[in-house]
């Protein structure tokens, strides 16, 4: 689900992990890596590709912008 909301990430989590796509996938199926374990390796390798571009694009009106409606969409999710 990752994947399709954000290209690459299977790849960089992989990266994280030190392991090859298909071992992680492998370890995804039988249940041998825990979200503990990925989501902290996986957010240190976005941050290693897309950080400093993901900064400087919120210095941008489109970045500005951008951040503004998501923040309205989570906070009309809030009154749900």
């Known amino acids: 689900q990752l994947s399709e909301r954000l290209p690459g990430a299977f790849r960089l989590a992989a990266e994280g992990m030190k392991v090859s796509q298909a071992e ?10 825990m979200a503990d374990d990925l989501l902290p390796k996986l957010a240190q390798r976005l941050d290693e590709v897309y950080g400093k571009k993901a900064q400087d694009n919120l210095k941008t009106f489109s970045g500005a912008w951008t951040r503004a409606l998501n923040e309205i969409g989570l906070a009309l999710q809030g009154l749900d």
Not at 24 to 33: A, D, E, N, P, R
């Open 24 to 33: 992680l996938g492998k370890m995804i199926t039988t249940g041998s890596v």
